[in-house]
């Protein structure tokens, strides 16, 4: 079981900045990718950003150039650093881990933070 609690969400002005960050606990030792998610109401859950073990990186495009994922060496933290937020950033956040459990997939999900983005 990995427990990830997300913090940093808030209201910030448009062309302001924001980090994100995303406790990790439990048997984070197992987990080979983590990224982050949003969701606006109506809407999918969509992808922002992803890190991998190796710590390669992918973002959606609605966020290249302006968020940066990174995390912490023993992966208990996971950060999203985003800046020159739009109102269309407007969302509620996501941390998600995925590991290996016994030759399963495992995905979990925080309970989500946040982020008001006023034009």
């Known amino acids: 079981q990995v427990q990830l609690v997300e913090s940093g969400g808030g209201l910030v002005q448009a062309g302001g900045s924001l980090r994100l960050s995303c406790a990790a606990s439990?048997?984070?030792?197992?987990?080979?990718?983590m990224a982050w998610y949003r969701q606006t109401p109506g809407k999918q859950r969509e992808l922002v950003a992803s890190?991998?073990?190796?710590?390669?990186?992918n973002y959606a495009d609605s966020g290249k150039g302006r968020f940066t994922i990174s995390r912490d060496n023993g992966k208990s933290t996971l950060y999203l650093q985003m800046n020159t937020l739009k109102p269309e950033d407007t969302a509620v956040y996501y941390c998600?881990?995925?590991?290996?459990?016994?030759?399963?997939?495992?995905?979990?999900w925080g309970q989500g933070t946040q982020v008001t983005v006023s034009s």
């Open positions: 890190i991998t073990d190796g710590r390669s990186t």
């Open positions: 998600s881990v995925r590991r290996m459990n016994s030759g399963r997939v495992e995905n979990y």
């Open positions: 439990g048997a984070i030792f197992s987990i080979n990718s």
